[in-house]
């Protein structure tokens, strides 16, 4: 049994109970509905998940984005109580109802878009998507569709088509629709694009005079996390207007507070024609929304667009608690406030650990554009050639206190690279430093190969390995991979999560900050 503040864990994962719901699962559910979770969740609130066995999380999946006001919120569970208590569904197209008007009027308040908005509603992320594609192609009589590397849209068809990742998004899926052309995108850690070589690839795979919309998102989100330059929504912004084609942004993510403003492309000054919302719109309810410019909103006949259950008025009300919530409670202040914690532990890993090579985040400041190089470069590419990593200020025993350039412990270099190091940087051409303080920590390094001591160097090798994994000298995997997981799974205080694959790093967020997010939800 192990059980701290916020976690409980009484049994074996998966426990009996939860294991003989997995059994069934396996009997009655289709394969493809895979599960990352090893319990089955019997009651949930705020951030904290308790399974049939007893056993408590924290739950830093929040339903892949949809619970930034956190699980069962009260606001809603009370309005969806009164709603329940009127009716359940008409159809808002046969016989309307009040909450989707006054969920419209809201959603298009909190839209920083000027001029006259209005709403659509559905229900997935998808289908917002999809009909953002649809009111552009009646607005501007084109059809094509612009998307980025990297992008995440949907599982529809044509939203499916419009995503990059290949598998397991299309595996088998084929053939796919039509009019849909990938642009590069700026992910800065890895590849650096300009606005010119955007605009010259979109001139090279359509006429632009036959593109309908471009669809990105402020944020990426499936695809990594990826947080765009400054310049590149603007830019964007700029082509749109050049070829006359709708600029739509992708919200389903990013939206709802999630980066500290109500949507995430606030934070790069740029104003698109249509945004798509879903997942924490309505607290894990399936509600979605195209909110827009007027003129292009009513661009469809009449009837055109709509569904079934699209703005079901459980979901509407739920969702106007949401907008309640996010106001009077003050979340896009705690957003930002508890951002900015995980952010310096983020960064405070990553200043510690070479294996950590980059720490994203929507709103920039100073040191966000000093970001380390990725590890494994090309031929030719960075100042120091193929193969090279960022040298550090090293102070060696050896060099009697002086202060050499010399580069930190990682993989293992070429031959000749490692002994033109030596030659450059005035090592011993036997071996390395002795003994090093590297960013004001004393780090042990592989000392002279000379006969008398090779025996004292594998013991401190031996010794070392208890801390870092391997010997600094003939490390071969990330820098020191080994050492933050050592360093990770030491930690005091470390809650059992349940961790978003997609959001991998939010592991680290729990061990350093554990009791983050006991307090008002997941935002």
């Given at each position: 049994m192990v059980e701290r503040r916020f976690t409980r864990i009484l049994t074996d994962l998966p426990g009996p109970k939860s294991a003989a719901v997995f059994a069934d699962k396996a009997r009655y559910v289709a394969a493809p509905l895979d599960t990352y979770a090893p319990f089955i969740i019997k009651e949930s609130e705020g951030a904290l998940i308790e399974d049939l066995d007893g056993n408590r999380f924290i739950d830093f999946s929040g339903g892949w984005g949809c619970l930034a006001v956190g699980q069962r919120n009260q606001r809603i569970v009370a309005a969806l109580r009164d709603q329940l208590d009127h009716f359940l569904h008409t159809d808002f197209t046969a016989v309307p109802y009040a909450p989707l008007v006054d969920l419209a009027h809201m959603l298009c308040e909190r839209t920083a878009i000027d001029g006259e908005k209005k709403a659509a509603f559905f229900n997935s992320g998808a289908e917002a998507v999809e009909n953002a594609v649809k009111i552009a192609r009646a607005y501007t009589k084109r059809k094509a569709t612009l998307v980025f590397e990297n992008a995440f849209h949907g599982r529809t068809l044509l939203t499916?088509?419009?995503?990059?990742?290949?598998?397991?998004?299309?595996?088998?899926?084929?053939?796919?629709?039509?009019?849909?052309?990938?642009?590069?995108?700026?992910?800065?850690?890895?590849?650096?694009?300009?606005?010119?070589?955007?605009?010259?690839?979109?001139?090279?795979?359509?006429?632009?005079?036959?593109?309908?919309?471009?669809?990105?998102?402020?944020?990426?989100?499936?695809?990594?996390?990826?947080?765009?330059?400054?310049?590149?929504?603007?830019?964007?912004?700029?082509?749109?207007?050049?070829?006359?084609?709708?600029?739509?942004?992708?919200?389903?993510?990013?939206?709802?507070?999630?980066?500290?403003?109500?949507?995430?492309?606030?934070?790069?000054?740029?104003?698109?024609?249509?945004?798509?919302?879903?997942?924490?719109?309505?607290?894990?309810?399936?509600?979605?929304?195209?909110?827009?410019?007027?003129?292009?909103?009513?661009?469809?006949?009449?009837?055109?667009?709509?569904?079934?259950?699209?703005?079901?008025?459980?979901?509407?009300?739920?969702?106007?608690?949401?907008?309640?919530?996010?106001?009077?409670?003050?979340?896009?202040?705690?957003?930002?406030?508890?951002?900015?914690?995980?952010?310096?532990?983020?960064?405070?890993?990553?200043?510690?650990?070479?294996?950590?090579?980059?720490?994203?985040?929507?709103?920039?400041?100073?040191?966000?554009?000093?970001?380390?190089?990725?590890?494994?470069q090309g031929a030719g590419e960075g100042a120091d050639g193929p193969h090279r990593r960022p040298r550090r200020e090293v102070r060696s025993h050896l060099s009697h206190g002086r202060t050499q350039r010399q580069r930190p412990p990682g993989p293992r270099l070429p031959r000749h690279h490692r002994r033109a190091d030596r030659r450059r940087h005035g090592h011993p051409r036997s071996g390395l430093r002795d003994r090093a303080e590297v960013a004001g920590r004393d780090i042990p390094y592989a000392t002279t190969s000379s006969p008398q001591r090779r025996s004292d160097v594998r013991r401190r090798r031996t010794e070392r390995s208890r801390f870092c994994g391997s010997s600094a000298r003939f490390r071969r995997r990330s820098p020191n991979t080994r050492s933050l997981l050592r360093y990770l799974n030491t930690a005091r205080g470390k809650p059992r999560v349940h961790c978003d694959t997609d959001l991998a790093t939010s592991t680290f967020a729990a061990i350093l900050s554990p009791r983050l997010s006991h307090q008002g939800g997941t935002t």
């Open positions: 499916m088509t419009m995503t990059h990742k290949a598998r397991p998004y299309k595996t088998g899926f084929g053939p796919f629709a039509s009019d849909v052309y990938r642009l590069p995108y700026p992910y800065e850690y890895r590849k650096k694009v300009t606005a010119e070589e955007i605009e010259t690839s979109l001139l090279s795979l359509v006429d632009p005079s036959d593109v309908a919309v471009m669809v990105v998102e402020p944020v990426v989100g499936e695809g990594g996390f990826l947080v765009p330059p400054t310049w590149f929504l603007p830019a964007m912004r700029a082509l749109a207007d050049k070829y006359g084609f709708v600029l739509a942004f992708d919200e389903v993510q990013s939206g709802i507070g999630r980066t500290g403003k109500f949507f995430a492309f606030e934070h790069f000054g740029a104003q698109p024609d249509l945004v798509c919302v879903a997942k924490s719109l309505a607290s894990g309810l399936p509600l979605s929304g195209v909110v827009g410019r007027a003129a292009i909103m009513d661009a469809p006949v009449p009837s055109g667009i709509g569904g079934t259950y699209s703005g079901n008025p459980l979901a509407c009300r739920a969702a106007i608690e949401v907008l309640r919530a996010i106001d009077e409670d003050g979340l896009l202040d705690r957003a930002v406030h508890v951002g900015d914690r995980v952010r310096g532990g983020f960064r405070r890993i990553a200043d510690r650990f070479d294996a950590v090579g980059d720490v994203r985040w929507p709103r920039r400041d100073d040191r966000d554009g000093a970001r380390q190089e990725p590890r494994h």
